[in-house]
């Protein structure tokens, strides 16, 4: 019974994979409004029926994608801290750093979300994705208590979103690798982030 259900979990994630390739890569010929759902299960090489007993609408399969590439964007920048009760920046590494290899594995979707109005929406979400990341896993013990933690985490989360938009603008002309030394040389140069962070979750 358990090989059953592990075989047909299998077929699940397969065919859900092969329609989200077909759909990231059709939104990169042409636009969202323009593509059918024969479209896409042509592209995917499933049939009709596959689509429709995981998704009712173009539009479900979109927000599907999209959910597993923030799910793994979370998951990324939780990295270098996730098993950690106490977070202390100044051990943070490079290599640590695995947002940008996150970017990397979604490359084409970043790319249409920088570039087309038709997904601004989604930049906001990947920025809110950070900000509440960031708000609810850390208590910060801010040098200065002027400053609002609020818009400190703003800062932080635009920071990061700046540096991603700047970097597919680029067409990906560094590697993540180099990302990842800018961005902790970054936050090494700035007193703005606290030496240490208490995780909260």
Not at 36 to 58: C, L, S
Not at 69 to 88: C, G, K, M, N
Not at 103 to 131: C, E, G, M, N, P
Not at 153 to 177: H, L, R, T
Request: a neutral charge.
């Amino acid at each position: 019974m358990k090989t059953n259900e592990t075989n047909s979990d299998r077929r699940v994630k397969k065919s859900k994979k092969a329609l989200k390739n077909a759909l990231i890569t059709l939104m990169d010929q042409k636009d969202f409004k323009d593509i059918t759902i024969t479209n896409i299960v042509e592209h995917a090489d499933v049939n009709r029926g596959t689509f429709y007993r995981h998704y009712q609408y173009k539009e479900d399969l979109l927000e599907d994608l999209t959910n597993d590439v923030l799910s793994d964007l979370i998951w990324a920048y939780r990295f270098p801290y996730v098993h950690l009760e106490t977070f202390d920046i100044s051990t943070l590494t490079a290599k640590s750093i695995k947002i940008f290899e996150h970017v990397q594995r979604h490359a084409l979707f970043y790319k249409l979300v920088f570039s087309s109005d038709f997904l601004y929406d989604y930049r906001l979400r990947i920025y809110q994705t950070l900000k509440k990341v960031n708000n609810e896993d850390f208590e910060y013990a801010l040098i200065d208590p002027k400053i609002n933690r609020n818009l400190h985490i703003s800062y932080q989360a635009n920071a990061i979103v700046g540096m991603i938009m700047e970097w597919v603008k680029e067409d990906f002309c560094y590697p993540s690798e180099y990302m990842a030394e800018q961005l902790l040389a970054f936050i090494n140069t700035t007193n703005s982030p606290p030496s240490k962070i208490k995780i909260l979750s």
